[in-house]
């Protein structure tokens, strides 16, 4: 079915005799049925003429068909005849257009050759009149018109260079070049004739005929130029050679100053009779004064070989800057392109800097007073770049500069002398506890004297002569650092007793220790103060020496180790400090470790070996700190130091202290606990401003001083039951030696029998190894009191916490 239909009979699964049974569903409707068959039949014819129309009308369908296809077959084969019309028709007008174009192209053609050829004849024509004209000129000397005409006539002679195989053109390019040679060996006969090798220049000066020469010149060969050039530097400073010879008075250095006036002289007398007859382009006033520069230094360095004996530091330096003052007007007054590949360069200057401390060298006095106030910490200003007449005539001084430095150390010398005998007439600096320990004065002289050397021979040579200056600044900053410093440090030793720090254990209740003066306190600080400043500066002179030399240079100068020279010093300063505190505390220890604690009856306030500590504490420490206000850090370090001295040697006399008796070992804690205080609030005792102590330094003091009162808390506590005992002291202490138990027994008063079985069962108690590093650390500080501590050490925290 190719169209959709509802008709039942139209369907692919039609049934009759359902089809009959959907028209006559009863025996009723059986009564129409001839109305139906007639309707189905009505519909058959219906069927019948259509199919008969169809089969009909497909008859003539193939007929059609043929028509159509010769109909398009014709159609096709005319379409083909126009397109091969058109094709002949373009064909006819291309064939047109090309009869057209070739005459034209051929008019063109002439046209361009016709302009060419009349082109070249007037080059032609140019030429050889011009090749006629330059010879007559050459021999009447008419350079002016010379200069001009010559250059015409090169350019035209560029257009035949393709026609040199003609004869007639080869000949006139032969006519040129030999005009050419002979105008540059008539000028150069010209310039000899006015300007000769021999005798003095010609009278009247220079003509217009030379300076249109000269014009011509610059046309001509390059060498012409150059030989001209060259014939009249000689000539000009040929007497320079005679009045500056080695064997004349005026020759040696102290007279440089007539050398630099002569030429003066010269260039001013150039500059007025023959400015205006050589080119501008040729710079020949700059170009006599580089050819004067090259002699002077040749003269000057072959006559300080023959009398070098002769050189004296004050000869060398007055030569040397009166030489660089002179380069210093040749590099104002010239560009200096003569020495630079010809070519001109502008000079870049350098940024502008907001640093004093990194002026121009001339301005040697603010250098000295950045060096002076120690103002070395501001951004480093670019190294200006040398003007290419640096070093021109004073590099000839370089290899006699060991004058200078042996005059440097024979000065430097003298003046470490001269420190030290000021310091001894002088004395030692007066107490200061306003501003801080006062930094010795003649250190910034030396610094000052050092930046004067550094800028001086910076002038004179960044090369060698440097590096020796350097070593010869380590020599003396070493001897400062031992001389001045460490030599004026005060002696451990008692002036009045003769008792050495160590014989200070050994001394009796009661006896007065040895002591460093308020004066020698004073002067400890003041020698760290200055060992600081020292410190500090050399590195910034360090710094400034690797700007100074020639970058190859840069790795040879170290001034480490005397940096390090420095730090030992500041070191043995603190360590004194340290020392004369530790041993003012000794005689209080040693009385501490003396006293019969057993007999101890009741607890009371803080013993009087406490306050004796404390009382030297308060007499040191604000003298040290007022002393070192400018450099905290140190006195930071000076804190750190005596406790960890100071607390060790205090458990150590605390193991003295044997037997105790409960209430001795109150007692012990209370000052022990006393002490800690003290030691927390040693950095800013004594001062009416109150500064948190640095956390490394409490960390140390919690820690050292904590140990002790645990070591005391084990010693209160009952010694039975035995492994209640043991327990307590591993949580309280942590420690796993035996020596130190052994020793807490001992404090106990545990006779040895006693002792031996406590022993063996610590030893079996004994814990693990502890995994971190900082397992022991926090158990020993954090570690709570156990429940099984008596009433007692309970009752003693209470007291303790109400006196405070």
Same mark, same amino acid.
């Not at 007929?63 to 398009?72: I, M, N, V």
């Not at 007279?255 to 009779?273: C, G, M, P, S, T």
């Not at 590099?331 to 001109?344: H, I, P, Q, V, Y």
């Not at 995994?771 to 303790?800: F, V």
């Given at each position: ?183 540059? /060996? ?237 310091? *001894? ?80 254990? *050994? ?31 050399? /590195? ?49 220890? !040693? ?96 001062? /009416? ?58 404090? *106990? ?35 709570? !009191? ?19």
């Amino acid at each position: 079915m190719v169209f959709p239909s509802q008709d039942p009979l139209d369907r692919a699964d039609f049934n009759a005799v359902e089809y009959i049974n959907t028209l006559f569903p009863t025996e009723q409707s059986l009564a129409n049925i001839d109305e139906v068959v007639n309707k189905i039949r009505l519909k058959i014819r219906r069927l019948d003429d259509n199919i008969r129309t169809v089969v009909r009308g497909q008859t003539n369908v193939g007929q059609d068909g043929r028509q159509a296809l010769e109909e398009a077959q014709k159609a096709i084969q005319q379409l083909f005849g126009k397109i091969k019309d058109i094709k002949d028709k373009a064909e006819k007008s291309e064939q047109m257009v090309k009869e057209i174009t070739r005459d034209i192209k051929q008019l063109d053609h002439a046209k361009r050759h016709l302009t060419t050829s009349i082109t070249t004849l007037n080059h032609l024509h140019m030429l050889a009149g011009g090749v006629d004209s330059l010879e007559a000129m050459t021999r009447r000397r008419q350079y002016g018109e010379v200069a001009n005409l010559l250059q015409g006539v090169m350019n035209v002679l560029e257009h035949f260079h393709k026609y040199m195989g003609i004869p007639q053109i080869r000949q006139l390019s032969e006519r040129v070049k030999a005009a050419q040679t002979e105008l540059g /060996q008539q000028i150069l006969a010209d310039f000899e004739e006015a300007f000769p090798s021999q005798g003095t220049k010609r009278p009247g000066g220079p003509s217009n005929v030379l300076r249109d020469a000269c014009q011509v010149a610059n046309i001509l060969d390059p060498r012409i130029k150059q030989e001209i050039i060259k014939k009249f530097i000689k000539q000009h400073l040929s007497e320079y050679l005679v009045l500056f010879q080695e064997n004349q008075d005026v020759a040696w250095l102290d007279k440089i100053d007539r050398r630099y006036a002569w030429i003066k002289r010269q260039l001013v007398d150039y500059e007025e009779k023959y400015g205006r007859m050589f080119p501008r382009e040729w710079y020949m006033a700059e170009r006599i004064a580089v050819e004067f520069c090259h002699i002077t230094r040749t003269e000057l360095a072959k006559i300080m070989r023959t009398r070098a004996k002769e050189i004296e530091v004050k000869l060398l330096l007055f030569a040397i800057q009166r030489t660089t003052n002179f380069e210093g007007f040749l590099a104002k007054r010239f560009s200096g392109c003569t020495l630079t590949d010809g070519t001109l360069k502008k000079l870049e200057s350098p940024p502008a800097s907001t640093n004093p401390f990194l002026e121009d060298e001339p301005a040697a006095e603010m250098e000295e007073l950045a060096m002076e106030k120690g103002d070395l910490e501001q951004p480093k200003k670019p190294k200006a770049p040398d003007t290419p007449f640096h070093g021109i005539v004073s590099k000839c001084f370089e290899p006699h500069l060991y004058v200078y430095i042996e005059s440097q150390d024979k000065n430097l010398g003298e003046l470490i002398d001269r420190f030290v005998a000021d310091f *001894k007439a002088q004395g030692p600096p007066k107490p200061n506890t306003d501003e801080g320990g006062a930094v010795l004065p003649s250190c910034a002289d030396l610094f000052v004297y050092y930046k004067k050397c550094m800028v001086q021979c910076s002038q004179l040579s960044t090369g060698e002569p440097m590096i020796a200056l350097t070593t010869i600044f380590q020599k003396y900053l070493r001897e400062y650092a031992w001389k001045i410093l460490s030599g004026n440090l005060p002696k451990t030793t008692s002036s009045s007793g003769g008792l050495t720090i160590s014989s200070l254990l *050994k001394e009796k209740e009661g006896s007065e220790a040895a002591k460093f003066t308020l004066e020698e306190l004073c002067l400890i600080c003041s020698i760290l103060s200055t060992a600081e400043y020292c410190l500090a500066t050399t /590195q910034q002179l360090e710094e400034k020496l690797k700007e100074k030399v020639d970058v190859s240079l840069t790795e040879r100068i170290n001034l480490t180790g005397e940096m390090d020279t420095f730090s030992t010093v500041i070191s043995s300063s603190i360590q004194l400090l340290v020392q004369d505190l530790d041993a003012a505390c000794d005689p209080a220890l !040693t009385a501490m470790s003396k006293m019969q604690w057993q007999n101890v009856e009741h607890v009371g306030d803080q013993s009087p070996y406490v306050t004796s500590v404390i009382l030297h504490i308060k007499q040191n420490v604000p003298i040290i700190r007022d002393n070192l206000a400018s450099t905290r850090k140190y006195f930071t370090q000076f804190c750190i130091k005596f406790a960890n001295s100071f607390i060790p040697k205090f458990i150590t006399h605390l193991f003295k202290c044997k037997p105790i008796s409960m209430v001795g070992a109150e007692q012990l804690l209370l000052d022990t606990h006393s002490l800690k205080m003290v030691l927390l609030d040693l950095p800013s005792i004594g001062s /009416q401003v109150v500064r948190k102590a640095p956390a490394s330094y409490t960390k140390i003091v919690v820690k050292g001083m904590t140990r002790a009162e645990m070591i005391l808390k084990v010693v209160m506590a009952p010694h039975e039951p035995l492994v209640v005992f043991v327990d307590n002291y591993i949580k309280l202490l942590t420690d796993c030696n035996t020596e130190t138990f052994q020793k807490i027994l001992d404090m *106990k008063g545990l006779k040895r029998s006693e002792q031996s079985s406590m022993l063996e069962l610590f030893r079996q108690r004994l814990p693990a190894p502890p995994s971190g590093p900082e397992g022991s650390s926090s158990l020993s500080l954090l570690a709570p !009191t156990p429940e099984q501590e008596s009433s007692r050490i309970r009752k003693l925290e209470k007291l303790i916490k109400k006196r405070l």
